[in-house]
């Protein structure tokens, strides 16, 4: 039962993900793509898994019910709703990385040095992988920091 509901919940937001991604431009004025890209194609994603793993778990009694930890659920929702404010607000780069150390202190506790490290790799990957190498461009944000995507 509360995982049909954590996977109700999660769908809920994947569908919100989608409708917000679907506000940003799919495609740049000379064809290339845009914003919009990567948020639609993530929402699509997620809406998907979220899609099958609620008909899933609804087929599915677990023989051993698990304890649902509500902190760890609300945490990661609040992360990704602060990723997607502040990719409007500041852009895509410092969003990413914030998420991502922020994810990482919350479920890999202890490791500080670790968790930046590969924030800051994680970080550089996406900027290379969409600004560069794709040419996809990236939210720039209402109030962008430093020329930052």
Same mark, same amino acid.
């Given at each position: @039962? +509360?995982? +049909? &509901?954590?996977?109700?919940? $999660?769908?809920?937001?994947?569908?919100?993900?989608?409708?917000?991604?679907?506000?940003?431009?799919?495609?740049? !004025? !000379? %064809?290339?793509?845009? *914003?919009?890209? $990567?948020?639609?194609? +993530?929402?699509?994603?997620?809406?998907?898994?979220?899609?099958?793993?609620?008909?899933?778990?609804?087929?599915?009694?677990?023989?051993? *019910?698990?304890?649902?930890?509500?902190?760890?659920?609300?945490? &990661?929702?609040?992360?990704?709703?602060?990723?997607?404010?502040? @990719?409007?607000?500041?852009?895509?780069?410092?969003?990413?990385?914030? $998420?991502?150390?922020?994810?990482?202190?919350?479920?890999?506790? %202890?490791?500080?040095?670790?968790?930046?490290? $590969?924030?800051?790799?994680?970080?550089?990957?996406?900027?290379?992988?969409? !600004? &560069?190498?794709?040419?996809?461009?990236?939210?720039?944000?209402?109030?962008?920091?430093?020329?930052? *995507?």
């Amino acid at each position: @039962m +509360t995982r +049909t &509901v954590t996977a109700s919940v $999660f769908l809920v937001y994947s569908l919100a993900f989608l409708l917000i991604g679907l506000q940003y431009p799919l495609l740049t !004025d !000379d %064809g290339q793509f845009g *914003p919009g890209f $990567f948020p639609r194609t +993530t929402g699509v994603v997620l809406v998907g898994l979220c899609a099958w793993n609620l008909y899933r778990e609804r087929g599915a009694e677990s023989a051993k *019910p698990q304890p649902l930890d509500v902190r760890d659920a609300l945490a &990661v929702l609040a992360l990704i709703v602060g990723y997607v404010v502040g @990719m409007h607000l500041v852009g895509t780069t410092i969003p990413t990385f914030l $998420f991502a150390v922020l994810l990482l202190l919350w479920f890999n506790r %202890g490791h500080l040095v670790a968790n930046v490290v $590969f924030s800051c790799v994680l970080t550089i990957v996406v900027y290379l992988a969409f !600004d &560069v190498w794709f040419r996809i461009s990236l939210p720039e944000g209402l109030f962008t920091v430093g020329g930052l *995507p």
